[in-house]
C-alpha cells in the first residue's frame, strides 16, 4: 500500500478528482492549504495598495492505493492538474505500513478498497 500526497492548484481539482476517480483509487480526503515553492508567492494590487502574498492557496490531496494502481494514480494526477505554468504543484508518495477502517474493523487493502 502507498499514500499518495499531492499538492496542486485549486482550480484544477475537479479534473483531478475525476482523473484519480478514473485511474482506480476509490476514496481520497481533500484538504485547502497554503504554501509556496519556487514561486515564492506573487504581488498583488488591492484599492491602489501594492502586497505581497507570501503563501499561495493550493489544494492537498491524500489518496491510500493498492501498490498495483500506484503509477496509474500519480499519472492521472500529474496529467489532470498540469497546466504548464509554473506553481503546478508537487505529488509525494510514501509506504503505508498499516490502515483501519474504523466501522468494520477491516485492515490493510480491505481498508482501503472501495
Not at 478514473?22 to 481520497?28: F, I, P, Q, V, Y
Not at 515564492?40 to 507570501?54: C, F, I
Not at 504548464?84 to 481498508?111: M, P, Q, Y
Amino acid at each position: 500500500m502507498k499514500l499518495i500526497t499531492a499538492v496542486i492548484k485549486p482550480s484544477r481539482l475537479d479534473a483531478v478528482l475525476d482523473a484519480v476517480t478514473e485511474a482506480g483509487a476509490s476514496g481520497l480526503t481533500v484538504t485547502e492549504v497554503r504554501g509556496y515553492g519556487r514561486q515564492k508567492g506573487k504581488t498583488e494590487v488591492y484599492r491602489g495598495a501594492e502586497y505581497e502574498v507570501k503563501l499561495l492557496p493550493k489544494v492537498k490531496l491524500e489518496i491510500a492505493v493498492s501498490s498495483d494502481i500506484v503509477q496509474q494514480v500519480v499519472d492521472a494526477i500529474a496529467k489532470a492538474a498540469n497546466t504548464g505554468k509554473i506553481g503546478d504543484g508537487k505529488v509525494f508518495v510514501v509506504d503505508l505500513e498499516s490502515a483501519l477502517r474504523i466501522r468494520t474493523n477491516e485492515r490493510d487493502a480491505a481498508a482501503i478498497a472501495g
